[in-house]
């Protein structure tokens, strides 16, 4: 199971964009990267998967270069409602997705 | 779409009991299901994956016959804690997918466990 590693935490103020990198040197050629977000006591919501290239939708953006050994999340203007733990993983349908130590990102005020 | 409950959301139960937790996944047929504990500033660590109508799938280091899982349909998992304890406290969640292979899995909200 390819294995991922995010930033412990990172800081950020409301409004800018925040960018959280992934590395997973081990993907496997039928793995999606997914990420997601989870607020304390509740279960991680879906933000957003993609293969290769850009993916974007209405809450985030995803960059995965072409060797897709890394990919970057990026949220555009955060609020102090983005503050939660992002979670970088990778798998596909079917398979147990390991979650690693995800990035507890801080947007302040 | 892809809804994904836990019932309940929270227990406490006395230390000896058993506490069963269900997750169901409410509009769509869930090939797979997958039972995660998460202990406090921690990470999701998987316990167990199950599928429809077979024996489930134990990570290691986790015991099959205290975590009891049954998956009697495509909409229903069960997690029974035998003889629970209270280093059994944590927060349980349980995760769907509908086996297409574009697809993510959804999570329930977690139940939060307290054995006293």
């Known amino acids: 199971l390819a294995k991922t590693t995010q930033p412990i935490s990172m800081d950020s103020y409301e409004g800018q964009e925040v960018n959280i990198t992934c590395s997973h040197n081990?993907?496997?050629?039928?793995?999606?990267i997914t990420w997601y977000q989870q607020f304390p006591s509740q279960g991680p919501r879906f933000i957003i998967q993609?293969?290769?290239t850009k993916v974007t939708n209405e809450v985030a953006s995803l960059f995965i270069p072409a060797d897709r050994k890394s990919s970057t999340l990026s949220l555009p203007r955060v609020s102090l409602s983005d503050t939660a733990v992002y979670y970088c993983?990778?798998?596909?349908?079917?398979?147990?997705?390991?979650f690693g130590g995800g990035t507890r990102l801080m947007v302040k005020p | 779409g892809a809804v994904v409950s836990q019932h309940p959301s929270r227990v406490i139960c006395k230390s000896g009991t058993s506490v069963k937790i269900e997750c169901r996944s409410l509009?769509?047929?869930?090939?797979?299901m997958f039972w995660y504990r998460q202990f406090p500033k921690q990470s999701l660590m998987l316990m167990a994956t199950?599928?429809?109508?077979?024996?489930?799938?134990?990570e290691q280091g986790v015991e099959k016959d205290k975590f009891l899982i049954n998956h009697a349909s495509l909409t229903l998992s069960t997690l029974t804690v035998t003889s629970a304890h209270p280093e059994d406290s944590s927060f349980y969640i349980c995760?769907?997918?509908?086996?297409?292979?574009?697809?993510?899995?959804?999570f329930g909200p977690g139940t939060r466990l307290t054995v006293l």
């Open positions: 995760s769907a997918d509908r086996g297409e292979p574009t697809d993510t899995q959804y």
């Open positions: 081990n993907i496997a050629t039928n793995d999606y």
């Open positions: 993609g293969y290769k």
């Open positions: 993983l990778v798998g596909n349908a079917g398979n147990m997705l390991t």
């Open positions: 509009d769509f047929q869930a090939t797979t």
């Open positions: 199950s599928n429809e109508g077979s024996k489930a799938t134990y």
